[in-house]
């Protein structure tokens, strides 16, 4: 009973935000709202018992990624509000297709799923030190593969902010 | 005490408890340290310092909270209100979560979690929204200024944050800081205790996180988002009343936070510093090495002088990461050493790590001096 309204809960700061992020006028709005979004998506790992996955998405998500997000706001348009523009984009109904695909696909596999046959749950607690054994025996490729793809694409960034517009001289003291 | 309640509330009774535990303790603890500081910056100054109000100003934090509380809470006309008032919040109400993984005394951490260090860092991001929320909202240059300032500082520091905390958790193997505690309870010859602090890797350690955990609680020497010469205030700028001691609250909760972190995980947690020390409570050794490390953030404070922001980047990226990645080498070593079966092992083993770490220190230092960038020309203020 009170796992149900713990979940709802969650659900629902996870669901409104993830809406509240999409219809905001104010891009900075938009982007405190998907903050709430990962925070609640958190909260729904920790009710799992997955404490591991719960912290790592605070600390990311809501940590880093929010961060960055509010970031790319500001340095690009400032976050200014245009209170006569449409949220919506005139050619709207182009995306209707792509948005049933995806509903599509996400729903066919979730029916495809085993865990759909609800299992008595075998309890699954997976300890800290257990993931990181596996993430460096089993998974320890995957895992150095994709820090190479990071580093790599933390240098390009790294490149591509390095070069400089060169500005004019101008005279003005 | 199990016996009086029944035992579906239980869990709920004891983490009641805890919360009444906690926060009575590290609000006190903020008042005693705002007084504390005052005077001995006043101290070291050549000052009084507070002493008007009580025996020697000892009243002073009452006098303030007072003041606090009945001032006018002003918010500017054009400010967003919701994310104006949602800030000093957002800021204060995870820091109380991280002192409930710190093991402030023997079995007193009021929850045991796996992943405890994990916890303490993901509850301590969210102040960077906080402040953002504060600056973007209150719709003013200074506060804007005053919020990047603060998220730069923030995202580069915890970077050597976090990586001068993992040769600990690598050396003890547990992310769990009572594991971490016990770890560092064992004695050597002579009583002396096993803390991490008292080997190569674990003094440069505990350098690292103190600089790094100075910048993260935005105090002096890099109170650069709150410059006062500067921005006004920083972020803090259309800020008053309660909202604005609800700021310092946060901040200084954050700085108590880390100071029990550093504690925990190199000065040996809750244990005595010799074993026939051992008797004294195990909170009081805590305690004293908290007020220690606190003193000492004063002290730097009474000291050195603001950075500037390009210095304050450099300093996190040229010089802290570089380092903390090489003490990581540093405590590799270390472990690896610690099975060698040779008389001259000990010695050698002090001799070698010392060395990995200090000769990178002073080299790092040398190069960095001799590149640094020019004298920085002023497009608009000449």
Known sequence: MLNEIVFLLCAAVTLVGAVAAMMMRNLVHCALCAAGAFAGLAAIYLQLDAEFVGFAQVLIYVGAIAILIVFAVLLTRGGDVQPSAATTSPSWWMGLPVGALVVACLIGSIMASPRLLRLPSQNVHAPVKQIGERLMNQFVMPLETVGLLLTAALLGAVVIGLREPRKPESNAP | MAGWFPTSVQPLVSALLAIACIMPLFGLCFALTTIVERKVLGRMQNRFGPNRVGPYGLLQPLADGVKMLTKEDIVPFSADKTLHFLAPLVLTVPVWLAFAVLPIG?????????????????????????????????????????????????????????????????????????????????????????????????FAGLMLFLIAATAESNRSPFDLPEGESEIIAGFLTEYSGFKYALFFLGEYLGLFAVTGLAVTLFLGGWHAPFQWLEWVPSWLWFAGKFGALIFLFIWVRATLPRLRLDQLLNYAWRFLVPLCLINLLVAAVWYWSGTWKSPVAVPVRWLVCAALIALPYHGLARILRGALPPPRKYSYAE
């Open chain 2, 106 to 202: 023997r079995n007193m951490s009021a929850i045991q979690l796996d992943a405890g260090i994990l916890f303490f860092f993901a509850v301590g991001s969210a102040s960077e929204l906080a402040v953002f929320m504060a600056g973007w909202s209150s719709q003013n240059k200074y506060s804007l200024v005053g919020a990047m300032r603060a998220i730069a500082q923030m995202i580069s520091y915890e970077v050597p944050l976090v990586l001068s905390v993992v040769p600990v958790l690598m050396l003890a193997g547990s992310l769990e800081l009572n594991d971490i505690v016990a770890a560092q309870g064992t004695y050597t010859i002579g009583g002396l205790a096993c803390w991490n602090v008292f080997t190569p890797w674990g």
